[in-house]
T-cell receptor, first 115, second 114 residues
Framework: KAGVTQTPRYLIKTRGQQVTLSCSPI?????VSWYQQTPGQGLQFLFE???????NKGNFPGRFSGRQFSNSRSEMNVSTLELGDSALYLC??????????????FGQGTRLTVV | AQSVTQLDSQVPVFEEAPVELRCNYS??????LFWYVQYPNQGLQLLLK??????LVESINGFEAEFNKSQTSFHLRKPSVHISDTAEYFC????????????FGTGTRLLVSP
C-alpha cells in the first residue's frame, strides 16, 4: 500500500509569489490535513479536508488556502509569500469517518524556502 | 482548548540506558493520545497511540507509553535505547471527535551516544 505522497519535496520561492503544494493520500483515505512545522512555532494545524469540504481550520491568515478533489488528493496554496512562511509543510491522511479517524499517516513533507 | 506540554527539549542518554520522555496534556474532553517520531528531513511516523482500553500501550520497537488520566500524562519509555533511536519525538492529542486535528507538543530531541 503506497504511503502519503507530497510533491514537490523542496521548493524555493521569492517573497510576494504564490505556491501550490500537492498531497496524495493513502488509497481509501478521505481525510487530508495539513500542518506547518517551523523551529519557532513547532507543528501547527492548518486545515483539514474531508470529502472535498473543509471541516476544520487552524489560526492562519487567509493567504493560506486549500482544496480537495474528488479523488481525495489535496492541494495547499499560499499567496503573497512572506519570509516567515519558510517551513516544512506536512500532509497527513486518515480514514476520515466518525470514530474511524483514529490515526493520521504523514507524508515526508515539502520544504518551502522563501527568499 | 487542548494543549500538550513536553518539558524536556533535549534528552541526552547513553546507549543501552533507559529513557523516559515526558508528556502532559490538558483537555476538557476525552482524548486520543499519540507519540510520533521524526528523523532528520523526514515526515512524522506514528510510534504508538492510546485510544481506549489498556492504559499501557507498546510499539514494535520496544517503546511503551502509559496513559494516566489523573495526572493527564502520557510519558514515553524505553528500557534500553539504541543509537538508531536518536530522533525528535512529538507527543500529540486529538479530541477523538472524528475531526482530524492534532495538537502537538514542542518535541523532545533524544540524543543517544555510545
Amino acid at each position: 500500500k503506497a504511503g502519503v505522497t507530497q510533491t514537490p519535496r523542496y521548493l524555493i520561492k521569492t517573497r510576494g509569489q504564490q505556491v501550490t503544494l500537492s498531497c496524495s493520500p493513502i488509497s481509501g483515505h478521505r481525510s487530508v490535513s495539513w500542518y506547518q512545522q517551523t523551529p519557532g512555532q513547532g507543528l501547527q494545524f492548518l486545515f483539514e479536508y474531508f470529502s472535498e469540504t473543509q471541516r476544520n481550520k487552524g489560526n492562519f491568515p487567509g493567504r493560506f488556502s486549500g482544496r480537495q478533489f474528488s479523488n481525495s488528493r489535496s492541494e495547499m496554496n499560499v499567496s503573497t509569500l512572506e519570509l516567515g512562511d519558510s517551513a516544512l509543510y506536512l500532509c497527513a491522511s486518515s480514514l476520515g469517518g466518525w470514530r474511524l479517524n483514529t490515526e493520521a499517516f504523514f507524508g515526508q513533507g515539502t520544504r518551502l524556502t522563501v527568499v | 482548548a487542548q494543549s500538550v506540554t513536553q518539558l524536556d527539549s533535549q534528552v541526552p542518554v547513553f546507549e543501552e540506558a533507559p529513557v523516559e520522555l515526558r508528556c502532559n496534556y490538558s483537555s476538557s474532553v476525552s482524548v486520543y493520545l499519540f507519540w510520533y517520531v521524526q528523523y532528520p528531513n523526514q515526515g512524522l511516523q506514528l510510534l504508538l497511540k492510546y485510544l481506549s482500553g489498556s492504559t499501557l500501550v507498546e510499539s514494535i520497537n520496544g517503546f511503551e507509553a502509559e496513559f494516566n488520566k489523573s495526572q493527564t500524562s502520557f510519558h514515553l519509555r524505553k528500557p534500553s535505547v539504541h543509537i538508531s533511536d536518536t530522533a525528535e519525538y512529538f507527543c500529540a492529542v486529538s479530541e477523538g471527535t472524528g475531526f482530524q486535528k492534532l495538537v502537538f507538543g514542542t518535541g523532545t530531541r533524544l540524543l543517544v551516544s555510545p
